[in-house]
């Protein structure tokens, strides 16, 4: 077999893994483009609105600036507006209706409790601490070789857990 006959072979049988553009591609570029601008507008002020919006799917302008303490019924308009201007809500007759979902990768991992923007693996940390806590108070009780591994084990997942959450709370991104 000549050498260019083995290169056509090679270059056939790869063109069929090799991915087409296909209209959709470029619609999913196009959309992974518009929520790159709208993360880069979200962020500071605008992001905890726009988190308190989407808990609440409908705010109004005084509603929103006493959940979130702000300065005055104008900063929270100012920053409703901009989100309105993202695509992402309406304003209907002064109050705002959240109309799509951002794709925030950041913010899937935190929870807004009031003002307060809390790490999800708080809860799984917390309970594994209790839950490690009760075993050793209750169920501890002879030293065998089982029970040194349950407690290096547990001890191991509870310090990772912790560090997760420091973590969390340190990279905060509001």
């Not at 705002?96 to 899937?108: D, E, F, M, Q, W």
């Amino acid at each position: 077999m000549s050498e260019k006959n083995k290169e056509n072979r090679l270059r056939a049988f790869f063109s069929k893994f090799r991915k087409k553009r296909t209209l959709s591609d470029t619609k999913k570029e196009q959309i992974d483009s518009e929520d790159s601008k709208i993360v880069k507008s979200l962020n500071g002020t605008t992001l905890m609105v726009y988190f308190a919006l989407v808990n609440k799917k409908e705010i109004g302008v005084r509603e929103l600036q006493r959940a979130l303490s702000l300065s005055s019924p104008s900063v929270a308009k100012y920053h409703l507006e901009k989100i309105c201007k993202l695509g992402l809500a309406e304003n209907r007759k002064g109050i705002y209706h959240l109309l799509k979902k951002a794709n925030i990768p950041s913010l899937t991992s935190y929870i807004l409790i009031g003002q307060n923007l809390i790490p999800r693996i708080l809860f799984s940390a917390v309970f594994f601490t209790v839950l490690f806590a009760i075993y050793l108070i209750f169920f501890y009780t002879i030293w065998i070789k089982d029970s040194f591994f349950v407690i290096l084990f547990g001890s191991l997942i509870n310090v990772y857990l912790w560090f997760e959450v420091i973590l969390r709370f340190k990279n905060k991104p509001i």
